[in-house]
């Protein structure tokens, strides 16, 4: 008798199990605006998998989605990710304001290369703690370079993104929490 004649129900078998986990894995998510969202638990949020990031930042308008490091992590580098800037104060306080920073252009790197496609009243998510905030654009403009960037006084609970135009200016895109939908997020491996 051959391998295959033995085997031929064993095969099967498995073939059938691997089709229903690949089924029944598949069809608790949908995809809306290129995010994949979750419907187990009667949850309809973005998938978050166990990582060593702190938050996620999501643009749907720019199609963006980006995990965010703690401040004193090695993947916290304008030179890798999206920077989490260490003036920022986080949504642990009564209020905050989130600095967060990336480079512009054609690079592999260049997260925020389409930030200057926002416009007042866009909306951007961050992912935090199980928690989802929701900010609104309600600031645009451009300066000149400085070395070094003077943080606002923390008077509401805020974002900043910034990114370089050119060699000269950047552009920093203020935010304000409109929303926080709590324990909404759950983590899943």
Do not use: W
């Not at 085997?7 to 691997?18: R, W």
């Amino acid at each position: 008798m051959s391998f295959l004649k033995r085997n031929l129900f064993k095969i099967i078998i498995l073939i059938l199990v691997l089709t229903i986990v690949g089924i029944n894995n598949e069809k608790h998510y949908f995809y809306k605006d290129n995010l994949k969202y979750n419907y187990l638990t009667n949850t309809d949020y973005f998938k978050i998998t166990k990582d060593d990031y702190l938050m996620q930042i999501i643009i749907p308008k720019i199609n963006l989605k980006r995990k965010i490091y703690n401040i004193d992590s090695s993947k916290n580098n304008v030179s890798k990710n999206i920077e989490l800037l260490k003036e920022s104060t986080l949504m642990d306080s009564e209020k905050y304001h989130i600095y967060l920073a990336a480079h512009s252009g054609n690079s592999f790197i260049s997260y925020f290369r389409k930030l200057n496609k926002l416009k007042i009243q866009d909306e951007v998510k961050i992912f935090y703690k199980n928690d989802l905030y929701i900010y609104e654009i309600f600031n645009i403009k451009e300066e000149e370079k400085k070395s070094y960037i003077v943080p606002n006084n923390v008077e509401d609970k805020m974002l900043t993104l910034i990114t370089c135009i050119g060699k000269e200016k950047r552009l920093i895109i203020d935010l304000r929490e409109i929303a926080k939908e709590s324990n909404n997020i759950k983590n899943y491996s």
